[in-house]
């Protein structure tokens, strides 16, 4: 029987030989053939990190939400439920028609959407950004430019929270996907301007144990001459 995951491995391997990197997504949600137990990575829930931050956390700013790469939706939905207006996007047009098909009554924006070619009125459009392991399967250029991209889509005063395979510097760099390392991860602040609010080193609950990192970084509010800073917390 087929690994699913050196299946993967290859398709992402023939689709950069190819000169398209990020072309794999669309074909992998499309193998799938609408059933969501064919994603195997998907845990079909949404993440417990950002349940557990979403519940001791009032909503930020004026509720506006997205999810980069959003897969089969759980992220999103459960942002909808604490209150968000959300748009959620994936490159893969087959992983938005699984969403809609999944939750057909559902309140979120599900769209095809491009990280490095959004809208101009998602540019720093959102009160709260979540990240679940999309900078972590990208390569090369692609990688590079995913973080600040990211960032950018965070409103001033709003946050990005960022759930991710961690690493220690240097370790498994021929990975799939490839971790990140604290340097890296660190780019939020060192290269976008956005300012730590926390930090968790944690393992999951396979066997055995994955590293993992789940953080949040804010941009400031912008303030007037003279004007207070902001002093509200919200992270």
Not at 153 to 177: H, I, M, Y
Request: aromatic content about 10%; overall charge negative.
């Amino acid at each position: 029987m087929t690994d699913p995951k050196q299946a993967t491995r290859d398709l992402a391997a023939r689709y950069a030989a190819a000169g398209d990197p990020n072309g794999w997504f669309d074909e992998f949600y499309a193998r799938a053939d609408g059933d969501i137990h064919r994603v195997y990575w998907a845990d079909l829930a949404p993440n417990p990190h950002l349940v557990a931050w979403l519940e001791s956390h009032a909503p930020v700013g004026g509720r506006r939400a997205a999810v980069v790469g959003c897969g089969l939706g759980d992220d999103a939905e459960v942002l909808a439920r604490h209150g968000y207006h959300v748009t959620a996007f994936d490159i893969s047009a087959a992983a938005v028609g699984m969403c809609r098909e999944r939750y057909p009554d559902s309140s979120v924006r599900y769209v095809e959407g491009d990280l490095f070619d959004p809208p101009a009125d998602w540019r720093q459009g959102f009160d709260l950004v979540f990240e679940c392991n999309t900078i972590q399967i990208l390569v090369d250029e692609a990688r590079e430019r995913s973080l600040p991209a990211i960032a950018d889509l965070v409103a001033p005063g709003g946050v990005v929270l960022v759930s991710c395979r961690g690493r220690e510097a240097g370790e498994k760099e021929d990975a799939f996907p490839v971790p990140l390392d604290r340097r890296e991860i660190g780019r939020f602040v060192t290269e976008a301007g956005l300012v730590e609010r926390s930090f968790l080193a944690h393992d999951d609950t396979q066997d055995p144990p994955v590293p993992h990192f789940f953080a949040v970084y804010r941009r400031e509010p912008v303030t007037t001459t003279g004007a207070a800073p902001a002093r509200r917390r919200i992270a």
